[in-house]
């Protein structure tokens, strides 16, 4: 249910109607409050007292509504599945606006909501106009219909939409005149479309001369002022148009109090359900739910008997087709029944399970076990007997795995022994996980972020602790050292960046106490193992006390470069052996 | 000025890391064990992912393929409550991190940061369950249970709503909806934490509404519903029935004498559908009865039904 509070009132109705002008009496009194001159009464009036009176004009939605004027309509725009049992209304926004000006009779509202369709706006017409209405009807068994009729159609109608096949009782002008009686269908024609056309007042002139002349009767309308107005068959109007008196019951105020503000909103409320038909045999029409103005149109309740059509202004209007397809209600208990699914355990198909002892519950039939595997797998290219299931379980799981996945494919689907049967659930899960992260920029970008966090090994040491001869010169002045010894430094740095200053091996073979040797590695294999580097890189003695150690990179051979680290390696270790 | 360095090699460096995160095999590809185990780092998940992992524990992202592996477990018109597989949820998030590995080490200290995201997360949907119930002592371990929805109810009411109850009737304790909402034009899914013994679906309110309750055994026979007038409330009475002419017009004179009551009578409430565990499975395989019987002594329109069943024996025919 829905929560809101609200109240409903019958009606809102204004002081000062829309258009009317009303004059408001003013008084001034110029009093003063000064005690020497208070009178008895306690003011006295003072020098001056003055009247008058203003005319207003109050205005207000006549010929058409924007959307502020609108708070919502139904059944929505364009749908195509409201029930047909539902009433289309509209909500408007000005709390006043049904009452705010004259309807077609004192004390009436001004404003209707219709609802029609393609067939309403048909007129069925005898093929010979007045004549045949003078003539008695002839028995419709001796009836022929006659196409040829056709060309009987008065210029002046509109072109024809449709011819009924019907065999009509209207007889033909042959048959007024004595000769053979033959009868003719009635002519169908629409009168328009079921929308509303845009014109200017003046356009009725011709096309609907009533109603251009009593529009021009109302107050704010001139010829000049354009409309968009419906044209609608006098025949069609009869049924539909709620009476005069009848209007006012279809208009009401509901009244909402949420967070102690009170909201009002008029509604109009079609008095003619949409019909949907049958909707086995054709496809329901589309309506169009016109809000029409009906203000000093006391002509349209005096031409509803005199055939022919009658223009409408609209002042907003929209179009759906209806559904019979149920209302909520029915189509929730509809669910349960065959051929519908049915509201079941997840597994459950909706037939009996053809071995009720392997039915998951219910005595259904089911395409999973009690685990969620599904019972027939599915077609699936992997070699060996495979098994699934996904999250969705007919029954409560197991207890959940404390273990976390770090890899998709389990070394038992590599090793398995043939014919065994293998789960991939979990590993379709990982892989999963994986295409999704992949799949998003922004789930990239985020565990990036978060990688940076965690993937940070322990126990450190500062690259200023490793040998000087793996560290690059520093723009810096050592202390002791003058600047220009530090630019002379920093020059020769610059000029020769490849070599070694003067007591460094390129090899660093200095451990901590100086001796030339570190851990596992002999001072011969180290030797080994340096001279070998130099023949590589074709460089000359390897420690020029003093100097540095040049490299020339010129005289490295092809077949130094091929000399694969692992073979350096090896010839050091087997040298210092 | 320098970068920090790490005397010992990789694979010193994860030697030491496995033993500490003790490592298996089994059905998951290597598990890792972190249980019991402090964390090396603290860190915060940034919130973007948060909730996106958040929403992979609904089951959002997740492809419908994957949920209904085959179309018949979830046929045209049906409704069916399932339970969820933690661990198997629970593989999908561990995939997502597996996507920022790129090797080993990597994989190890991935590891330990699975425990702290997975404890953020379970912590993230209890914070979840807290927002729709206040007073929910829902944990993970308490399980999540839902229901998939394929139907024209989706398609013509996609912003229905989904309730439950751990007893009965309304006014045992609410359970948390983690989720519910349409996951393609005709299929809703709906998540619940903990397992609800009555489930309700609600017709959206979507304002007001007018019209009449039809007695669809009775050719254009209408009737409007009896309403307290000072209250609104309805009386429980049954439809006041009336034929329609062709037109549909409805007998405005009939209904009321004045606004109010006319809008009153025609105001038609949101219609409420209870599912209670209780009830043991009992249809879904039914033909239809010749009447089925809705609220107000209406019933429904089982012509529709029938059609359905026909053209689709003509469809296996053929």
């Known amino acids: ?577 | 000025m320098y970068q920090s360095f790490n005397t010992q090699s990789g694979a010193a460096v994860v030697a030491a890391a496995v033993a500490a995160f003790p490592i298996s095999s089994g059905p998951d590809g290597l598990q890792v064990d972190v249980s019991g185990l402090s964390l090396p780092v603290t860190t915060t998940i940034p919130d973007r992912l948060f909730n996106w992992l958040i929403g992979l524990r609904l089951l959002k992202n997740v492809p419908l393929t994957y949920l209904v592996p085959d179309s018949s477990l979830l046929p045209a018109e049906s409704i069916r409550f399932f339970n969820i597989d933690p661990t198997w949820v629970d593989r999908i998030v561990d995939g997502v991190f597996s996507a920022a590995n790129t090797g080993t080490v990597d994989i190890t200290y991935s590891a330990a940061v699975l425990a702290s995201v997975r404890a953020a997360l379970d912590l993230g949907l209890q914070n979840l369950a807290k927002q729709q119930v206040s007073t929910s002592t829902w944990t993970v371990a308490n399980g999540m249970t839902g229901m998939l929805v394929r139907s024209d109810l989706v398609t013509r009411w996609p912003d229905m709503i989904v309730r439950a109850y751990a007893g009965a009737t309304e006014s045992t304790a609410a359970l948390p909806v983690l989720r519910a909402e349409p996951i393609s034009q005709n299929v809703l899914i709906a998540i619940f934490a903990g397992t609800p013994v009555l489930v309700e679906l609600r017709e959206p309110h979507v304002g007001v509404r007018f019209g009449l309750e039809t007695e669809t055994d009775v050719p254009n026979e209408y009737g409007y519903i009896p309403r307290d007038l000072t209250t609104g409330l309805d009386t429980g009475a049954n439809p006041s029935w009336f034929t329609l002419p062709a037109s549909r017009v409805i007998p405005l004179a009939t209904i009321g004498s004045d606004a109010r009551t006319v809008a009153i009578r025609l105001m038609r409430p949101p219609y409420i559908q209870q599912f209670l565990n209780t009830v043991a499975e009992s249809r879904g395989s039914e033909n239809p009865p010749p009447v089925i019987q809705l609220t107000r002594n209406h019933v429904a329109n089982v012509g529709a039904l029938n059609a359905r069943l026909a053209a689709l024996r003509i469809v296996g025919q053929s």
Not at chain 1, 179 to 195: C, D, K, N
Not at chain 1, 367 to 385: C, F, I, K, Q, R
Not at chain 1, 471 to 483: E, K, N, R, T
Not at chain 1, 551 to 567: C, K, N, R, Y
Request: net charge negative; proline share 8%; glycine share 8%.
């Open chain 1, 1 to 577: 249910m829905a929560s809101e509070l609200y109240q409903v009132y019958s009606s809102f109705t204004p002081l000062i109607k829309s258009g009317d002008t009303a004059e408001i009496d003013v008084t001034e009194v110029l009093s003063t409050t000064d005690v020497t001159e208070t009178k008895a009464t306690g003011t006295m009036d003072l020098l001056h007292t003055s009247g008058g009176s203003v005319k207003i004009v109050v205005q207000g939605p006549q010929t058409s509504l924007t959307e502020d004027d609108i708070s919502g309509v139904y059944p929505a725009p364009s749908s195509t599945d409201s029930p047909d049992n539902f009433l289309p209304h509209i909500a408007l926004t000005r709390r006043t606006l049904p009452w705010e000006r004259r309807g077609p009779a004192d004390n009436t509202v001004w404003l209707a909501l219709l609802v029609i369709n393609a067939n309403d706006l048909l007129i069925s017409e005898s093929p010979i106009g007045p004549v045949a209405q003078q003539v008695p009807a002839q028995p419709a068994a001796t009836a022929t219909p006659a196409i040829a009729a056709l060309t009987t159609v008065p210029a002046a109608k509109p072109a024809v939409t449709s011819v009924s096949t019907e065999k009509a009782v209207t007889p033909t002008a042959a048959a007024a005149s004595g000769g053979t009686a033959e009868q003719l269908p009635p002519i169908r024609y629409s009168v328009g479309s079921i929308t509303p056309q845009s014109m200017q007042v003046q356009d009725l002139a011709k096309s609907d001369p009533a109603t251009h002349t009593q529009l021009l009767t109302i107050p704010g309308i001139t010829d000049t002022l354009q409309i968009q107005a419906i044209n609608i068959p006098a025949a069609t109007l009869k049924e539909i148009l709620p009476s005069a008196a009848n209007l006012g019951l279809l208009c009401h105020v509901k009244e909402v109090v949420e967070d102690s503000v009170k909201t009002y909103t008029s509604i109009v409320v079609s008095g003619r359900l949409p019909d949907a038909g049958d909707m086995t045999t054709t496809p329901p029409l589309t309506h169009a739910a016109l809000l029409v103005s009906l203000e000093h149109r006391d002509d349209v309740y005096q031409r509803l008997d005199k055939g022919g059509a009658i223009q409408l202004i609209v002042l907003h209007y929209w179009t759906f087709v209806p559904s019979k397809g149920g209302d909520f209600e029915e189509v929730c208990q509809m669910i349960g029944y065959h051929p519908n699914g049915g509201v079941l355990r997840f597994g459950n198909i909706p037939s009996a399970a053809a071995n009720p002892s392997t039915s998951l519950s219910g005595g259904f039939g089911s395409l999973l076990d009690n685990s969620g595997y599904l019972v027939t797998p599915l077609d699936h290219a992997e070699a060996g007997n495979v098994i699934w299931r996904g999250p969705l379980r007919p029954f409560p799981p197991p207890p959940r795995s404390n273990g976390f996945a770090v890899r998709a494919d389990p070394e038992e689907f590599a090793n398995a022994p043939p014919g065994a049967q293998l789960d991939y659930s979990h590993a379709t899960a990982f892989e999963l996980g994986r295409l999704l992260a992949v799949a998003d920029a922004s789930v990239r970008e985020d565990l990036r972020q978060l990688h940076m966090s965690f993937n940070v090994p322990s126990r450190f040491v500062q690259m200023s602790a490793l040998p000087p001869a793996l560290q690059q010169p520093y723009w810096g002045i050592d202390q002791g050292q003058s600047v220009d010894q530090a630019e002379t430094q920093m020059d020769t740095a610059a000029e020769q960046p490849w070599s070694l200053s003067g007591s460094q091996s390129m090899i660093g073979l200095q451990n901590a106490a100086g001796s030339g040797e570190v851990a596992g590695f002999s001072a011969a294999a180290a030797q080994a193992f340096q001279s070998s580097v130099t023949s590589v890189i074709g460089a000359q003695a390897p420690v020029a006390a003093g100097g540095a150690t040049q490299l020339d990179f010129g005289s490295i051979t092809e077949a130094g470069l091929a000399e694969q680290f692992p073979a350096v390696v090896n010839a050091a270790l087997a040298g210092g052996n």
